[in-house]
């Protein structure tokens, strides 16, 4: 685990700064919530945050170097609990909160704070939620507890309102093509950070998935499906088969753009065929956010697919 990434993520500058402010004026609360939607690096600044915390040398916290700083690099630091909703559950579950507070009521091992991070916290059961806030109501004294969530709301307001947050807001555009640009200078990053919703990280993580052979399919699938030349029993077959959720996902932000462009000229808002037309991309747009969220269940994906083409031609070659 990598300490300091957060330090090289520059939309996570004024979060750090918000830590170490708190920090230098002895002000560190009990609990702080990080609010900070994917791909924005939420959980890389919890480490960090932890970092912080334990490191020996305050001075230059997180160090990277000091005995503290080694063992949190090694994922294996005695003072440290981290819990996140185990990948085939869909949420996170009483015992897991259960460690974390236990943790934190012990005495810390190396002399300093006790740091637990509880990522993925907007999907607790509510069990574990009434577990959390009997800690979070009487902190262990010189103990830190980190939720990470990209939707607070979905949290109880009892434990949202005993913690500080700390808003990780998306960058403005600019930033993240000039740090998507470091990273890579070769790529087209305008598009792929579209289909990322401005989130730099998912923009790195679609591009490492061959988004750029996934846009092009796409763009030329819907082309063809606007002149209604496009096989829509076979495309279907293949979307099943290959990143349906992906390809779901880019066509719920492909439709967002051209609803927005739509709306955006006056000339389409004033004829039958262009209401019908934004209407027709509303309803292709409902259809396959409702496929994304089915896709656990037993969908028959391929005749989903099948249904989602034949919508998007109707609307498109209206
Ligand atoms: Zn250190």
Known sequence: MDLKKAETYPWLASARAQVKSAIERDRLP???????????????????????????????????????????????????????????????????????????????????????????????????????????????????????????????ATIVSRCQRIPVATPPRAVALEWLQLQDQEAAWNDVLDFASGAPLRALELRANAFDDLHREMTQALAQLARRELDIPGVAERWSRNALETRLEWVETWVTNSIRKSLLDTADLQTSGGIRKIRGLYGVLDRARGMRLELASSLNVQLAAEELLLRAESALAA
């Open 30 to 156: 009990h609990a702080v919530l990080v609010h900070a939607r994917p791909g924005l690096g939420g959980e890389s600044l919890a480490l960090w945050i932890a970092g912080v915390v334990l490191c020996e040398v305050q001075a230059a916290a997180p160090c990277g170097e000091c005995a503290s700083c080694r063992l949190l690099a090694a994922g294996n630091h005695p003072d440290l609990a981290w819990v996140t909703r185990a990948e085939d559950a869909k949420s996170l579950q009483i015992e897991q909160v259960r460690t974390v507070c236990d943790v934190l009521a012990l005495k810390s091992y190396r002399g300093g704070y006790k740091v637990a991070v509880i990522a993925t916290a907007d999907v607790m059961t509510p069990n574990a939620a009434n577990a959390l806030l009997k800690t979070l109501e009487e902190p262990p004294p010189q103990t830190l507890l980190i939720l990470c969530a990209a939707r607070p709301s979905r949290l109880p």
